[in-house]
């Protein structure tokens, strides 16, 4: 058998290839930078408001609850 071998350099899809891997690490390391970059602020929680409902009978059990 005769078979050429291509070289990998001038194979198109190979250069696709690379381009679509650089293309993603390059998003990679970009997304992790501005996540860096923009960090969000702590979030106080708010002061505890006294609830207008009563409270909920949901946390006893069905068999002590009264109709």
């Not at 350099?9 to 923009?38: C, D, K, Q, R």
């Amino acid at each position: 058998m005769s078979e050429q071998r291509s070289k990998w350099y001038v194979v198109p899809e190979v250069w696709l290839i690379l381009i679509m891997l650089g293309a993603t690490v390059t998003g990679s390391l970009a997304l992790v930078a501005t996540a860096f970059g923009h960090r969000d602020e702590l979030v106080h929680a708010a002061p505890a408001i006294a609830s207008p409902l009563p409270p909920s009978t949901a946390s006893r059990p069905a068999d002590a609850a009264t109709p």
